[in-house]
């Protein structure tokens, strides 16, 4: 059994195997990296004091050896299924009888310099440059507009409006809020359309409160001279622009994709056309990009294996659920939706009081999230309960 990849879907993958089908397989975690890094924290990194940022780093050796696995260093490159191997980054050679595929998508700049594109921790120094030039500018009365941008096609949104709320919130701490305008520009219909329109106004209200401008519906074609050219029409004056990256699939030579690189599956994780090799999490074809959905794309597949190498397990199918943890000011608001196809199916629920999922964390995976709680990562809560869709 090999596992390709190093972020949280690949991790929920290897704990699954463990839980799911303890000693009936040989489970082997490729990764490229010697850490899990839950990037999901890196938005409140920027307003805390310089080094005592959020990110937490869980050593994938461990991680691996909790779950009765093993881990090799290296990234995965190509894919020879008619052979049963793959060839990693260093040209080594590694065979499989089952390859699971959890590398992820590329994030790119969506749009070129100046605008600072914010892909997780590595641009958390940069967004702090840029509050402390906006700060520093206030102070001798220099009004800064300040546009942070959702670019369309496949995307995980919810970074864009926690950089937009805290920002407010840090500017109005610093006594300079009335300085700078803050606009939130998304190609989404509305403000996190994807879980609903109940908590699609939730959210709405939340930037209001806030004092943030929403454009939805508009793309941004470019940044020049000053103006945001929106399509379908528009011009927005901007000083500064922050936008989160476009995502690309791996395109991994050997397996089938589609124009975007991101790799072709059914339902149920299998890769179109070969044997054996499935593909979950932002590497596939599913159109929401975000570690829940990953999670749970991971756990069908676990559950699939499981049951071929005979685990008394339950057949599992992948009905999506998307679960976000939005952080405004000092608070945290849960939201939830359940999704077909990418699109979704209900009203949403949301809640800036009660947890919607347990532990509540930013990771919702049910093999995952108990793990980091064990660890004490991500959270400060004494009692742990096992994971649940709701409360406990």
Known sequence: ????????????????????????????LLAPQEHLTLVQSSTASPFAPEGTEELVHIP???????????????????????????????GAQIGYDVLIVAIGARPTPYLGDPVLSFRGPADVPAYRRLLDLIEAGALRGIVTRLAIVVPPGPTWALPAYELAL?????????????????????????????????????????????????????????????????????????????????????????LPVDAHGFIRTDAQGRVEGLEDVFAVGDAGTFPVKQGGIGCQQADVAATLVARRLGADVEPAEFVPTLRGLLRTDGRSRFLRADLAGGRDES??????????????????????????????????????????????
Request: cysteine-free; hydrophobic content about 50%; charged content about 20%.
């Open 347 to 392: 009203a949403g629920v949301t809640s800036d009081r009660d947890a919607l999922w347990w532990p509540p964390q930013k990771v919702a995976g049910r093999f995952l999230t108990p793990y980091l709680a064990g660890t004490g990562a991500g959270t400060e809560l004494a009692d742990m309960a096992p994971y649940t869709a709701s409360p406990a």
């Open 1 to 28: 059994m090999l596992v390709a990849g190093g972020g949280v879907t690949a991790a929920e993958t290897v704990l699954a195997l463990g839980s799911l089908a303890p000693r009936l397989a040989r489970v082997e």
């Open 60 to 90: 994938l050796a461990d991680l691996a050896a909790h779950a009765g696995a093993s881990l090799q260093k290296g990234a995965l490159a190509a894919v020879d299924a008619g052979r049963r191997r793959v060839r990693t980054a260093s």
């Open 166 to 254: 805290l920002t407010a919130a840090h500017l109005e701490q610093a006594g300079v809020r009335a300085r700078v305008q803050l606009t939130l520009v998304t190609a989404e219909d509305g403000p996190l359309a994807a879980f609903g329109p109940r908590a699609s106004e939730s959210v709405a209200d939340d930037l209001a409160r806030a004092g943030v401008a929403v454009r939805a519906g508009s793309v941004v074609r470019r940044w020049a001279w000053g103006r945001l050219e929106l399509i379908p029409e528009g011009q927005l004056v901007v000083d500064r622009v922050v936008a989160l990256p476009s995502l690309r699939g791996p395109a991994t030579p050997g």
